[in-house]
Nanobody
Framework: EVQLQASGGGLAQTGESLRLSCAAS????????IGWFRQAPGKEREGVSC????????YYADSVKGRFTISADNAKNTVYLQMNSLKPEDAAEYYC????????????????????WGKGTLVTVSS
């Protein structure tokens, strides 16, 4: 059974940083993608970033590019999302997800085919 556990959310002020962690277990595929998504109240869920296990390729939505960095520690089966220069519009519930399909950026937005989802971790950014 694939399990994904996101953690690291909290309260930050504008301009500060937070690091989210996604601990994954039960993934048996040799090639998969883990991504971060977020959903703010009253808004649709949006893709933030993803990383491929095959070659370490990373993808970012334009809204976070240059501020967020995704990375993986394969020994710990954990994917991180380092979020710097946080803005109030970054406030949302953040979810990590895993899939064996695709992850891509089109017109600045991140799209991914994910098969498994974890529970979210809340990020609040005060101005």
């Amino acid at each position: 059974e694939v399990q994904l556990q996101a953690s690291g959310g909290g309260l930050a002020q504008t301009g500060e940083s937070l690091r989210l962690s996604c601990a994954a277990s039960g993934i048996t595929s040799d090639e998969y993608t883990i991504g971060w998504f977020r959903q703010a109240p009253g808004k649709e869920r949006e893709g933030v970033s993803c990383i491929s296990s095959a070659d370490g390729s990373t993808y970012y939505a334009d809204s976070v590019k240059g501020r967020f960095t995704i990375s993986a520690d394969n020994a710990k089966n954990t994917v991180y999302l380092q979020m710097n220069s946080l803005k109030p519009e970054d406030a949302a519930e953040y979810y990590c997800a895993a899939g064996v399909d695709f992850c891509t950026v089109i017109a600045g937005k991140l799209f991914a085919g994910m098969n498994y989802w974890g529970k979210g971790t809340l990020v609040t950014v005060s101005s």
